[in-house]
């Protein structure tokens, strides 16, 4: 991740899940393909209908408004 350069909302939340200890973070702009393509489609509305079970499991929900 050094290499890229992240909105400070997802920085934040980096740190925040490093001084938690918390060994994963899911940020749905990453997690998700953002594309167009049909593969990318497809796969959208997938991780979408799983989206329950994936706050589910959740330790902590950061939500940046």
Request: charged content about 20%.
């Amino acid at each position: 991740l050094s290499k890229f350069k992240l909105p400070q909302t997802i920085s934040d939340a980096i740190h925040l899940t490093r001084l938690l200890a918390i060994k994963f973070l899911w940020v749905d702009v990453l997690c998700i393909c953002q594309g167009q393509t049909d593969f990318d489609l497809r796969d959208r509305q997938d991780q979408l209908n799983n989206m329950g079970n994936i706050y589910h499991q959740a330790s902590l929900t950061i939500i940046a408004a």
